[in-house]
């Protein structure tokens, strides 16, 4: 039994195509612990762990900076994002608020994207937790461990947001505690000062003893951005998740002023701690990776299979969310009939069963790809779906330049979260998103990411444009 809920936004008929929802049908299952954990967890990926090791052998101590840079970028498109989601929640979060700010085909062309975005990204992690649970369990398949995975994260989403939201909060808590627990020992160490360790301690002396802070050039610092920007995607699940809690605007609000100390801890003071307690160029953070590099030093016993545990955890929690996620704004694009209308339908639990299956569909798709092709086929999604993070974000700053005046004008008391210095930053933060997309076509694997991203960007908007052409057409009277 399935239940249609139809969009009501202000100032508007329920059901008047290309505008925002401000209801939409699915339950409020989620408790505010839970958005607090999904914000928290939200900024922190498996590419934190698996990928930090790449962007430190490229820049040296120089890292820091790129991830600061990238995580200023974050903190103020989150604001931005924030400011809009306080004032009008919505499941289809800022592609609900570009329909309205930019346009129709703005809301349809990043709302796809985005869930492209999402679906080839359930792929990539449902293969990396099979590569670790199969060397657990050599037995059982990669493939058949993919499966497995994604059939119970399936499943965990079908029965109820809260249910999702209950696997997210152990997931995104482990994550948080173990890199927590990584920073407190790791600095403990650093100054010499572990119990039970023999670990000398050296202080801030690795930053600068070999080859300087700028080992590679101060050039290597946007090399250094290019490699750890998607690392942060995800970021803005909370403003998705929030249409489906108790109080989304106490839960937008709050994530979005924590950002900064979230992103502070969980990122920079991690990589700190591995650039301190080892040389930047020393083989083992490449070949180890960083925080299993950084164990050993310390004298952690295990230290590999502890972090094989802690990145299967990510790599949970990231298909988890990556699910939801993708199935809230194909819920939403069919809610604003940008989408199969059977998408923006409910169960008698408030779960949009059909955008969670269809989503599924897709990522199982993809890692089929994967297996039979993944030097063409899947090559192409992945790198086709490269750049989105930057083009979302991209429209998440343009967005908030238009619908700051609309809030003003239809309900300026909701305007509780504001941007700093509008419109100053948000040009600002445009302008640098803008930049790091340039400087990719410099480099050989981001200039084919940003093409490619770019080609499938273009379709998609041409396909918007063309059914608004013929709405347009449908409706004009016959004369």
Same mark, same amino acid.
């Given at each position: 039994m399935t239940s249609q809920t139809t969009l009501a936004g202000p100032g508007q008929q329920p059901g008047e195509p290309g505008k925002p929802d401000s209801q939409d049908g699915l339950q409020?299952?989620?408790?505010?612990?839970?958005?607090?954990?999904?914000?928290?967890?939200?900024?922190?990926?498996?590419?934190?762990?698996?990928?930090?090791?790449a962007g430190i052998a490229a820049a040296g101590p120089a890292i820091l900076l790129s991830y600061a840079l990238v995580g200023l970028m974050v903190v103020f498109v989150m604001r931005m994002l924030g400011e809009m989601a306080v004032a009008r929640p919505s499941s289809g979060s800022f592609s609900a608020y570009a329909d309205q700010a930019l346009g129709r085909w703005a809301g349809f062309s990043i709302g796809w994207l985005y869930w492209f975005f999402w679906v080839v990204v359930l792929a990539v992690e449902a293969t990396a937790g099979a590569k670790i649970l199969e060397s657990w369990v050599p037995g059982v398949p990669q493939w058949a461990w993919a499966l497995i995975v994604m059939?119970?994260?399936? *499943?965990?989403?079908?029965?109820?947001?809260?249910?999702?939201?209950?696997?997210?909060?152990?997931?995104?808590?482990?994550?948080?505690?173990?890199?927590?627990?990584?920073?407190?020992?790791?600095?403990?160490?650093?100054?010499?000062?572990?119990?039970?360790?023999d670990h000398a301690g050296s202080g801030l002396a690795h930053l600068t003893d070999t080859g300087g802070f700028f080992p590679e050039g101060p050039g290597a610092i946007l090399t250094g951005v290019l490699m750890v920007v998607f690392s942060f995607m995800g970021s803005e699940i909370v403003t998705l998740a929030a249409g489906e809690s108790e109080d989304p605007r106490r839960a937008?609000?709050?994530?979005?002023?924590?950002?900064?100390?979230?992103?502070?801890?969980?990122?920079?003071?991690?990589?700190?701690?591995?650039?301190?307690?080892?040389?930047?160029?020393?083989?083992?953070?490449?070949?180890?990776?960083?925080?299993?590099?950084?164990?050993?030093?310390?004298?952690?016993?295990?230290?590999?299979?502890?972090?094989?545990?802690i990145v299967l955890t990510a790599v949970l929690s990231c298909l988890n969310s990556g699910l939801y996620t993708a199935s809230r704004m194909a819920f939403s694009l069919g809610q604003r009939g940008d989408a199969p209308k059977a998408f923006s339908t409910v169960n008698k639990r408030g779960v949009p069963q059909a955008a969670i299956l269809s989503s599924v569909v897709f990522g199982f798709v993809a890692v089929f790809f994967n297996y039979q092709w993944p030097d063409t086929v899947f090559a192409f999604l992945l790198?086709?779906?490269?750049?989105?993070?930057?083009?979302?974000?991209?429209?998440?700053?343009?967005?908030?330049?238009?619908?700051?005046?609309?809030?003003?004008?239809?309900?300026?008391?909701?305007?509780?979260?504001?941007?700093?210095?509008?419109?100053?930053?948000?040009? *600002?933060?445009?302008?640098?998103?803008?930049?790091?997309?340039?400087?990719?076509?410099?480099?050989?694997?981001?200039?084919?990411?940003?093409?490619?991203?770019?080609?499938?960007? *273009?379709?998609?908007?041409?396909?918007s444009l063309v059914r608004d052409a013929r709405s347009k057409k449908a409706a004009a009277p016959v004369e």
């Open positions: 409020a299952g989620l408790k505010n612990r839970h958005l607090s954990m999904i914000a928290i967890g939200g900024v922190i990926g498996a590419g934190l762990f698996v990928g930090s090791g059939v119970v994260l399936t *499943a965990t989403n079908l029965v109820s947001v809260g249910s999702y939201g209950e696997f997210e909060f152990w997931f995104a808590g482990i994550k948080v505690v173990a890199i927590g627990a990584f920073v407190v020992v790791g600095l403990l160490a650093v100054f010499g000062v572990l119990p039970g360790s937008v609000s709050k994530a979005t002023n924590s950002v900064i100390w979230r992103i502070a801890i969980f990122y920079l003071g991690s990589i700190f701690v591995v650039l301190t307690l080892l040389p930047w160029n020393d083989p083992s953070i490449v070949e180890d990776g960083s925080y299993v590099a950084a164990l050993n030093v310390i004298g952690i016993p295990h230290a590999g299979q502890v972090m094989d545990v790198n086709s779906s490269g750049a989105v993070a930057l083009f979302v974000w991209l429209v998440i700053c343009f967005t908030q330049l238009r619908m700051r005046g609309i809030i003003l004008r239809e309900s300026p008391e909701k305007l509780v979260v504001r941007m700093w210095l509008f419109p100053y930053l948000t040009w *600002a933060t445009i302008a640098m998103i803008s930049f790091v997309l340039v400087y990719m076509l410099t480099d050989d694997a981001g200039r084919e990411q940003v093409l490619l991203s770019l080609l499938v960007a *273009a379709l998609v908007v041409a396909v």
